[in-house]
């Protein structure tokens, strides 16, 4: 459905950073490198309102690389596997290798791999321990400073540094969506077996071996200007970017408070019958797109719904 406007790979480039004491920024460096270097296999929940659903997920790490297959439980069967960097999709019977920004932003790696300042919006708070899936975890908070922003709630593993469970909530402390595992394996003793099986790792390549077309985003300075984000959120990424069923690249801007972001995509307009002004949500992510004068304006946001409306109501075209 175009409203979501690879919706996947919208919230890109999330940096996060705790000028916290030392203990919480240590607690969150363990986190966004664990579920790389962590060998793990279990079964995952993913909920917003009356919705769930539920994931099986295999992550190895060998010499050379990591090993990641993810597979859906309910409903249509789909596969997902990732290899050196590269994405494979099962999809009527066959494996197809897709857009390696369709892989970003997955549970159990929600957290970034870099970190950078989050104390000017958000206290980061140590909050007990818990246990998730029977394992000990420790639970912090990320307490935003305004309310222009979702709260966030982190269950990470004492040992491993795995993160176990992921809570977005609002200012009445609602869940607006979480993931969590139920059923978990850390360690050594994980199955390998599939590596061979599906051919995630050579054979694989070899026989879809295919090259990609060319959809590479290239940085751009545009023009285009954003004036009502909220305070905090910084550009991390102002590109072009030839996208699926568009006819001319679609000009994309990212913008990140450390640990949530907002994508801007700015387009001409086609006369698709999408251009109708519109709004929808999944979880904590709201897209809202209109049209303004001859251009589709199209805003991703894991952030409440009034700011996504700010932001996209701000864009304005500054001139070259």
């Not at 993160?163 to 979480?178: F, I, R």
């Not at 879809?208 to 905090?232: I, R």
């Not at 907002?262 to 519109?278: C, H, K, L, Q, R």
């Amino acid at each position: 459905m175009r409203v979501w406007l690879g919706f996947c790979g919208a919230l890109l480039t999330l940096n996060v950073f705790a000028a916290e004491p030392e203990s919480r920024l240590d607690w969150l460096k363990t986190a966004a490198f664990a579920g790389h270097q962590t060998d793990y296999s279990g079964v995952f929940i993913y909920q917003y309102g009356n919705h769930v659903e539920t994931s099986r997920i295999s992550h190895v790490v060998e010499t050379d690389s990591e090993y990641e297959k993810l597979e859906s439980l309910d409903g249509p069967m789909r596969e997902i596997i990732r290899h050196h960097g590269q994405v494979w999709c099962f999809t009527n019977h066959k494996m197809v290798q897709v857009d390696s920004q369709k892989g970003s932003g997955r549970f159990p790696l929600l957290l970034p791999d870099q970190l950078s300042a989050l104390s000017e919006n958000y206290q980061i708070k140590e909050v007990g321990v818990d246990r998730v899936a029977g394992y000990t975890a420790q639970v912090i908070v990320f307490q935003p400073k305004d309310n222009l922003r979702y709260i966030h709630k982190v269950w990470v593993h004492t040992d491993s540094g795995l993160l176990l469970k992921s809570a977005v909530l609002n200012d009445k402390n609602q869940v607006v969506e979480q993931y969590a595992f139920t059923q978990l394996k850390i360690g050594s003793d994980v199955d390998r077996a599939w590596i061979a099986s599906s051919a995630a790792g050579g054979a694989l390549v070899k026989s879809q071996g295919k090259a990609l077309p060319n959809k590479t985003a290239t940085s751009v300075v545009s023009g285009w200007v954003v004036d009502a984000l909220p305070g905090g959120f910084k550009k991390t990424m102002e590109v072009s970017r030839p996208m699926h069923g568009r006819h001319a690249p679609v000009t994309q801007l990212v913008f990140s408070d450390g640990l949530s972001a907002i994508s801007v995509f700015i387009e001409p307009v086609d006369a698709d019958e999408d251009d109708n002004e519109g709004m929808v949500s999944r979880g904590a992510v709201t897209l809202y797109h209109k049209v303004v004068d001859k251009y589709l304006y199209n805003v991703v946001g894991e952030v409440p719904p009034k700011v996504v409306m700010q932001v996209l109501n701000s864009i304005r075209f500054n001139g070259k």
